[in-house]
């Protein structure tokens, strides 16, 4: 069985650098009025998983950044990477050319 992940966007500057976290505690599309009045143009999406379950993404996974991005673009908001994270394996979407 395995357990739940924790998912947070985190709105970067300019330079991709964080400058606030919003964690998503049921659906993503309750941060985007957050996401819309910070006026920055870059979100990264955090995945957090157990540590006994793999980093790499699922089909699911990979269906949920690509709407984000959907949902995101004509808001003028870019994802930067989505990464997820599983004990101390990482995953970046960017990485591995699935944005």
Do not use: Y
Not at 47 to 70: C, E, M, W
């Amino acid at each position: 069985m395995s357990g739940p992940s924790a998912f947070a966007v985190t709105i970067l500057d300019n330079r991709w650098r964080p400058r606030r976290i919003l964690p998503v505690r049921h659906h993503w599309t309750a941060v985007l009025p957050d996401l819309v009045v910070d006026g920055h143009n870059w979100i990264a999406l955090i995945q957090r998983r157990p540590p006994h379950q793999a980093a790499s993404p699922g089909p699911d996974d990979i269906t949920l950044t690509r709407a984000i991005i959907r949902s995101v673009r004509p808001l003028d908001l870019r994802v930067a990477d989505h990464l997820i994270a599983a004990g101390d394996q990482w995953f970046s979407f960017r990485a591995a050319g699935l944005l």
